[in-house]
């Protein structure tokens, strides 16, 4: 069994190989721009800091922090990375397909390029939506709360663990048109499968919006309704690349009455 499995492995260590390469050419290129990418990944923050200063005075003396000698180096390899990832997702996406490549048709080897562009594009779309529509909204909720009894002091290690959870939460998540896009496209999933899974799909949406997203319901709600939307969107995917065949193995046939 494991001979039969060795093949697999040896393909799946080169993809990994090159796929890690990747992402470490591209974090050698965020590296030198870190600054710049911190203060993108801070903003919603420093927004959440100012517009609650404006209306509490304890939240006005809040700041941004470190609690270790080296937590400037640490956020700054930790941004790094994310913008590396963000950065090498199409090559990533890539090797990917040309794991599961193989063992796919030569109809459905053709889909390789709505994988790589759609899955990057969706993702991206997903981290957007997070950075200016749930960050902002979120951060403000949770530094309000409290900030009348409590000076906000943010500690910069986790919050920057904190937004790259929610960025690549969000992103995944995105991607559900494309998933389903191409299981439609092999066969694997009609319209119809999507409909009858929709009631145990929302359960599971709002359980993944609960993990993801922080700790207050607005921002559960601006993970949840979005992809309960796409899930309706997929469904529409799916009803043109691969539509439920009505069954008409049951329709009574035309008796033909002409003598």
């Given at each position: ?145 409290g900030s009348e009894l409590y ?109």
């Amino acid at each position: 069994m494991f001979e039969d499995l060795k093949p697999h492995l040896i393909e799946l260590r080169k993809r990994l190989f090159l796929s890690v390469t990747a992402v470490l050419i591209m974090f050698a290129l965020a590296f030198s721009f870190h600054n710049e990418i911190l203060a993108w990944v801070i903003g919603p923050l420093n927004d959440a800091l100012n517009t609650a200063s404006a209306t509490m005075k304890n939240a006005a003396n809040g700041s941004i922090t470190t609690q270790q000698v080296g937590g400037a180096f640490f956020v700054a390899l930790k941004v790094s990375f994310f913008a590396a990832f963000i950065g090498a997702l199409p090559y990533i996406l890539y090797q990917l397909w040309l794991f599961v490549a193989p063992g796919l048709y030569e109809n459905e080897k053709k889909l390789v390029i709505p994988f790589v562009v759609g899955g990057t594009v969706m993702f991206l779309v997903g981290v957007l939506f997070a950075y200016y529509v749930v960050t902002p909204l979120g951060f403000e909720f949770l530094i309000k709360f409290g900030s009348e009894l409590y000076l906000p002091m943010i500690n910069i290690e986790d919050y920057v663990g904190f937004f790259t959870k929610i960025m690549i939460g969000f992103g995944l998540a995105f991607e559900l048109p494309v998933i389903a896009f191409l299981l439609g496209a092999m066969g694997l999933i009609t319209d119809r499968t999507l409909i009858d899974f929709f009631k145990y799909a929302v359960v599971s949406i709002f359980v993944a919006a609960a993990i993801l997203t922080p700790p207050d319901i607005l921002s559960q709600l601006l993970m949840a309704i979005p992809l309960i939307i796409l899930y309706g969107l997929s469904i529409l995917i799916v009803r043109m690349v691969n539509p439920e065949e009505k069954d008409t193995s049951n329709l009574p046939a035309k008796v033909n009455n002409e003598s």
